[in-house]
């Protein structure tokens, strides 16, 4: 099994204390800033062991059609779990259609993937197997490579009492998602008292972002800053990829996708569904525009003016959200 700076183990249960629940995977309103529980199904509790077990599947290569990818060649550790490029590549350099997210808290989310597919971080697990540009596996063929793995059977055993099926890999893998936490960034000590952890550049940032001008706060709120919601940001005027709509089939979802966490977004690059924007400055200029003229457009991409030094304010506030351990973390 390769080498992998997941934390794991004990650590887990460090992580977890006061965010754990075992009752639903419902998100709870934030009262004070921490983050909100983390919480697991009834049928699939947290445990060591099948964190332990979903990480060594996450970072297995067998998933794909031609062994040279795993979860984690996309979400690696050291690019805060992401790939940072436009859009993912997966099986035979096959290039998927979209821009890979960050799974940061992906725990506290309500559904999954840009366009809201999934309902379940379970559910998710299987997205990728049969998308001929990702895995581009049958989950039978890909059951057998993994039961001829003994310790994966082993490993099995011992978080869920049985060898390996998939709705074991299934759960163990959200299990391990569910304690992907980013939570000790600049910003969050400063919000906890801590006045001086992020400069009074970015204490500006955090004023404008904030501000009826810029309120880039009424979809970028809360822990996570985001509000989970599904919004046409004006990136086109027409757009390929019909986002939500390719789901609901309703034509005024054209365009829409799920609000993105702004957690570690110095690390997250490239920005949009489709990674078109290669720097947070470009992002910038975009919302100072207004956006293109989509029908669908968001009512709340109206543009706005900057100055030079509120422009910085922003990028330093962006910054702070940023937990810069990640690029200490060694993917080999």
Known sequence: MAKSNFIILGVVVTMCIGLISFNSIRVIEIKKWEIPEVRFPIDNPLSNESVELGAALFSERLFSKDTSISCQTCHATNKALTDQLPVGEGVFGRQVTRNTP?????????????????????????????????????????????????????????????????????????????????????????????????????????????????????????????????QNNGTYEVYVDSGRAFITKNTMDIGKFKVPTLRNIDLTYPYMHNGSFQSLDAVITHYESGGKKSKNKSHLIGGFELTTLERQNILDFLSSLTEYRFLQMDEE
């Open 102 to 230: 960050t799974l940061n808290n992906i725990g506290l989310h309500p559904y999954f993937m840009k366009d809201g597919k999934f309902e379940t971080l379970e559910d998710q697990v299987l997205g990728p197997l049969k998308d001929h540009r990702e895995f581009n596996i049958e989950p039978d063929e890909l059951l057998s490579r993994l039961k001829t793995v003994s310790y994966l059977n082993d490993m099995s055993i011992k978080a869920y009492g049985t060898e390996l099926t998939m709705n074991i890999i299934q759960k163990a893998i959200a299990n391990f998602e569910r304690i992907l936490v980013s939570k000790d960034a600049p910003f969050d000590a400063y919000m906890q008292g801590d006045k001086t952890a992020i400069s009074e550049s970015a204490i500006n940032g955090y004023r404008l972002f904030k501000s009826e001008e810029l309120n880039c706060i009424q979809c970028h709120d809360g822990f996570d800053f985001t509000n989970y919601s599904f």
